[in-house]
């Protein structure tokens, strides 16, 4: 299992960014993916879910309405669209294959940062 996110950075409050993850090794498309996140001195927190086939999808209250889960099953990536970005969006942000789970596999995690 491989799992390579990218798109993080750095952001001003308000802005945008697209997070992707590359997953390999596995039958990306029999999966429940997630994204979750880490901000400095705090717990592993899940962000969003969506379905294998991408029909059903969860955010979590903190990103609801900013932030959007979706996957290109062709492609064998997963993505998370985030605007409206806020200073405590700050964090490391991880994809995981399965539901959240600290147990399941996950990359190495795309550093966002969100500052003025």
């Known amino acids: 299992v491989q799992l390579v996110e990218s798109g993080g950075g750095l952001a001003q409050p308000g802005g945008s960014l697209r997070l992707s993850c590359a997953a390999s090794g596995f039958t990306f498309s029999n999966y429940v993916m997630t994204w979750a996140r880490q901000a400095p001195g705090k717990g592993l927190e899940w962000v969003s879910s969506i379905a294998s086939g991408g029909s059903g999808i969860g955010h979590a209250d903190s990103v609801k309405g900013r932030f959007t889960i979706s996957r290109d099953n062709s492609k064998n990536t997963l993505y998370l669209q985030m605007n409206d970005l806020k200073p405590e969006d700050t964090a490391l942000y991880y994809c995981?294959?399965?539901?959240?789970?600290?147990?399941?596999?996950r990359g190495q995690g795309t550093q966002v940062t969100v500052s003025s």
């Open positions: 995981i294959r399965g539901r959240f789970s600290l147990s399941s596999p």
